[in-house]
């Protein structure tokens, strides 16, 4: 007779799957509510930190405009100078102190410590060397200050600055990530920001006009149109914005405030000064006065972005408060799941945990009488008895992967096999290529012997097969120094000898070795290279032979009269080294196999008589010794360019692995 079930069965079952489900939904919530509320406070604090470092951008451009004014004074500086020099010194430490403190209490996976120590570094240089001379320099009429005081401050300032705006940055990114709200107060800031320190830079240049008078130069000039373009457009995002609404009212205000005192009186100032410094006219105002003038417009910037800030603070306080009340409500919602998750696992222990238990007793320990008796379990009609059918499938499939796990074992040993047996190879070749170059050396130094009749003159005859020795034993001389470098990297035991060198020099070295051979065939060797040296850490022999390979390529594929270019460049931490020539160029067809162990450049049997399919192969290795990159470009009967690529300074592993 067919067993059936009863209806409050399937009720409790389904009352308590309803209850399982409502007690995750809730702790789901609970989760999301308890990380919005976390990255609710996180965001902030952020944007609390944001404001602050708004105080150290504003403190460090303040006491740089009263050193730039300072140094550009021709008088003595007075005593008021002196004082207020310090007093923004100490404005400024106290600021950077505490703002370097709250960013570190943000943790380091918010901003990396690298950026505060470097910060640290940068200050304690300006504190403890930088500042003091110029207390002392302000004592000296102009003429007798250091001239390094003029730049040195503003580089130690300018570099605070930016370790200062990459913390800011990645606060920034983080507080605008959280909402289109946060986002454009964010920008706002930022704009404002930059519109600020392009100001400063101009407010620097007018400070020069007026220290130093004369008729501004053409690239004066267009330094200052250039900055009015990048302070001008990027405002009118900001107004327009503002005129668009929705913007906060002190935020408004701040904007509002800004486009009168910057770009309305402070405009007229500067074109009152430019247009007297193009006439030729007394302006009777000193630096200090300028910096006086200049300061309302300049700060009237600086509240547009703490405004910003401001309303950023404010909008993520008040998202921290609900955050803290919907994980107040989830907590509440999820323990009144988990009371009725407890109901329901008591029905579910009787008809599905107990069951699971046996079928799991079942399968690990793979006994045929414990899977018998689960089996027997296939007679319930519901999922447990389905899933005790898909037992005996079960263990079909553990077979079939434990014999596709045999069999990969298996491929794996062949595959290490065959990687020790090219191992070996390469080692033999490294072995032999060292027992043949003896008898080698032997060769070419009897057959130079004969040459030169060091024992006795010899015929004319003799000299030309002495001379056919002497050159054949050096070509297998060098094919066999070929093998044995290439050899030596492939079996992993070339020793480098990393160390800084002047790539510059290296390919002036080169050059002249290769110009004989190419005179001969009337072909110009011209270098481009830069005007300074170019310092790489790299092995110097490893680069000469690179270099001269690619140099002896070039020749043996040019024709006569033909040009080849050396090009040496720099591409910040890398540097790039060409070869080009104008010769029979590289088949499309040969041009993927390039670089592999004697594969020919042409297809010309005269030409490819005289190489051996090594020079780019071992190029190809030692670029790789490098951490570098090797690229051919190549049209038949056009020419080839081969380029190099090397990083100013290897991988740490490489350099280590060559000590």
């Given at each position: 007779?067919?067993?059936?079930?009863?209806?409050?069965?399937?009720l409790?079952?389904?009352?308590?799957?309803?209850?399982?489900?409502?007690?995750?939904?809730?702790?789901?919530?609970?989760?999301?509510?308890w990380?919005?509320?976390?990255?609710?406070?996180?965001?902030?604090?952020?944007?609390?930190?944001?404001?602050?470092?708004?105080?150290?951008r504003?403190?460090?451009?303040?006491?740089?405009?009263?050193?730039d004014?300072?140094?550009?004074?021709?008088?003595?500086?007075?005593?008021?100078?002196?004082?207020?020099?310090?007093?923004?010194?100490?404005?400024?430490?106290?600021?950077?102190?505490?703002?370097?403190?709250e960013?570190?209490?943000?943790?380091?996976?918010?901003?990396?410590?690298?950026?505060a120590?470097k910060?640290?570094?940068?200050?304690?240089?300006f504190?403890?060397?930088l500042?003091?001379?110029?207390?002392?320099?302000?004592?000296?009429?102009?003429?007798?200050?250091?001239?390094?005081?003029l730049?040195?401050?503003?580089?130690?300032v300018?570099?605070?600055?930016?370790?200062?705006?990459?913390?800011?940055?990645?606060?920034s990114?983080?507080?605008?990530?959280?909402?289109?709200?946060?986002?454009?107060?964010?920008?706002?800031?930022?704009?404002?920001?930059?519109?600020?320190?392009?100001?400063?830079?101009?407010?620097?240049?007018?400070?020069?006009?007026?220290?130093?008078?004369?008729k501004?130069?053409?690239?004066e000039?267009?330094?200052?149109?250039?900055?009015?373009?990048?302070?001008?457009?990027?405002?009118?995002?900001?107004?327009?914005?503002?005129?668009e609404?929705?913007?906060?009212?002190?935020?408004?205000?701040?904007?509002?405030?800004?486009?009168?005192?910057?770009?309305?009186?402070?405009?007229?100032?500067?074109?009152h000064?430019?247009?007297?410094?193009?006439?030729?006219e007394?302006?009777?105002?000193?630096?200090?006065?300028?910096?006086?003038l200049?300061?309302?417009?300049?700060?009237?910037?600086?509240?547009?972005?703490?405004?910003a800030?401001?309303?950023?603070?404010?909008?993520?306080?008040?998202?921290?408060?609900?955050?803290?009340?919907?994980?107040?409500?989830?907590?509440?919602?999820m323990?009144?799941?988990?009371?009725?998750?407890?109901?329901?696992?008591?029905?579910?222990?009787?008809?599905?945990?107990?069951?699971?238990?046996?079928?799991?007793?079942?399968i690990t320990h793979n006994?045929?009488?414990?899977?018998?008796r689960?089996?027997a379990?296939?007679?319930?009609?519901?999922?447990?008895?389905?899933?005790?059918?898909?037992?005996?499938?079960?263990?079909?499939?553990s077979?079939?992967?434990q014999?596709?796990?045999?069999?990969l074992?298996?491929?794996?040993?062949?595959?290490?096999?065959a990687?020790?047996?090219?191992?070996?190879?390469?080692e033999?070749?490294?072995?032999?290529?060292?027992?043949?170059?003896?008898?080698?050396?032997?060769?070419?130094?009897?057959?130079?012997?004969?040459?030169?009749?060091?024992?006795?003159?010899?015929s004319?005859?003799?000299?030309?097969?002495?001379?056919?020795?002497?050159?054949?034993?050096?070509h297998?001389?060098?094919?066999?120094?070929?093998?044995?470098?290439?050899?030596?990297?492939?079996?992993?035991?070339?020793?480098?000898d990393?160390?800084?060198?002047?790539?510059?020099?290296?390919?002036?070295?080169?050059?002249?070795l290769?110009?004989?051979?190419?005179?001969?065939?009337?072909?110009?060797?011209a270098?481009?290279?830069?005007?300074?040296?170019?310092?790489?850490?790299?092995d110097?022999?490893?680069?000469?032979q690179?270099?001269?390979?690619?140099?002896?390529?070039?020749?043996?594929f040019?024709?006569?009269?033909?040009?080849?270019?050396?090009?040496?460049?720099?591409?910040?931490?890398?540097v790039?080294?060409?070869?080009?020539?104008?010769?029979?160029?590289?088949?499309a067809d040969?041009?993927?196999?390039?670089?592999?162990?004697?594969?020919?450049a042409?297809?010309?049997?005269?030409?490819?008589?005289?190489?051996?399919?090594?020079?780019?192969?071992?190029?190809?290795?030692?670029?790789?010794?490098?951490?570098?990159?090797?690229?051919?470009e190549?049209?038949?009967?056009?020419?080839?360019?081969?380029?190099?690529?090397?990083?100013?300074?290897?991988?740490?592993?490489?350099?280590?692995?060559?000590?």
């Open positions: 007779m067919k067993r059936t079930y009863s209806v409050t069965t399937w409790s079952l389904a009352k308590g799957a309803m209850a399982l489900m409502l007690v995750t939904v809730f702790a789901v919530a609970a989760s999301n509510a990380r919005r509320e976390q990255d609710s406070a996180h965001i902030a604090a952020s944007a609390r930190v944001s404001r602050n470092i708004v105080v150290v504003e403190a460090l451009r303040a006491e740089l405009g009263v050193i004014t300072t140094m550009a004074e021709p008088a003595i500086a007075d005593a008021a100078t002196l004082a207020r020099l310090g007093q923004l010194h100490r404005q400024t430490l106290r600021a950077m102190g505490r703002i370097q403190g960013i570190a209490a943000l943790g380091p996976e918010t901003v990396p410590p690298e950026l120590r910060i640290a570094q940068g200050m304690t240089v504190d403890r060397r500042f003091p001379a110029v207390l002392r320099a302000a004592l000296l009429p102009r003429e007798q200050r250091p001239r390094r005081l730049i040195d401050p503003q580089n130690s300018y570099a605070t600055l930016d370790r200062v705006d990459e913390q800011a940055t990645i606060l990114r983080q507080i605008a990530g959280s909402s289109s709200y946060m986002s454009e107060m964010m920008r706002i800031s930022d704009i404002a920001w930059h519109i600020r320190v392009d100001a400063g830079g101009e407010r620097r240049n007018y400070a020069n006009f007026i220290s130093w008078p004369h501004p130069t053409q690239d000039r267009d330094d200052v149109v250039k900055i009015r373009g990048r302070t001008e457009a990027p405002w009118l995002s900001i107004k327009k914005a503002a005129q609404g929705g913007m906060p009212a002190p935020v408004a205000a701040a904007v509002a405030r800004a486009d009168a005192e910057y770009f309305g009186h402070y405009a007229k100032l500067r074109a000064v430019l247009d007297a410094m193009e006439k030729g007394a302006l009777n105002i000193s630096g200090p006065q300028w910096l006086v200049s300061t309302p417009a300049l700060n009237s910037l600086m509240e547009v972005s703490r405004s800030l401001a309303a950023a603070e404010a909008r993520a306080m008040e998202n921290l408060a609900t955050a803290r009340h919907d994980l107040t409500m989830a907590l509440l919602q323990a009144v799941g988990i009371a009725l998750a407890g109901l329901t696992a008591f029905l579910v222990l009787s008809r599905v945990i107990r069951p699971l238990k046996q079928i799991t007793h079942a006994e045929d009488a414990d899977i018998e689960v089996l379990l296939s007679a319930r009609g519901d999922e447990i008895g389905r899933f005790a059918q898909a037992l005996k499938g079960f263990r079909k499939m077979e079939d992967r014999r596709l796990e045999r069999e074992l298996q491929n794996q040993l062949a595959r290490e096999t990687e020790a047996a090219s191992k070996v190879k390469s033999f070749l490294a072995n032999m290529s060292h027992e043949l170059r003896t008898p080698l050396n032997a060769v070419i130094g009897f057959s130079e012997m004969m040459m030169h009749g060091t024992f006795g003159v010899i004319e005859r003799y000299r030309e097969y002495a001379e056919l020795i002497n050159n054949s034993g050096s297998l001389l060098s094919l066999v120094a070929d093998i044995l470098d290439l050899a030596k990297i492939e079996a992993g035991r070339f020793q480098a990393f160390r800084e060198l002047d790539l510059k020099a290296c390919v002036q070295d080169c050059v002249p290769i110009a004989p051979k190419a005179r001969e065939r009337g072909i110009t060797v270098s481009d290279l830069p005007a300074q040296s170019v310092m790489v850490i790299a110097a022999r490893a680069c000469k690179i270099l001269i390979n690619l140099l002896s390529n070039a020749v043996k040019s024709g006569d009269k033909g040009v080849i270019t050396v090009r040496l460049r720099e591409c910040g931490e890398r790039q080294l060409s070869v080009r020539d104008e010769g029979v160029g590289i088949p040969v041009l993927e196999r390039i670089g592999q162990p004697f594969e020919q042409t297809n010309n049997p005269h030409v490819a008589r005289e190489g051996t399919g090594l020079g780019l192969s071992l190029v190809k290795a030692l670029v790789g010794e490098h951490c570098g990159s090797m690229q051919v190549s049209r038949e009967d056009a020419g080839t360019t081969v380029t190099i690529t090397l990083p100013r300074k290897p991988a740490r592993a490489k350099i280590a692995d060559a000590a």
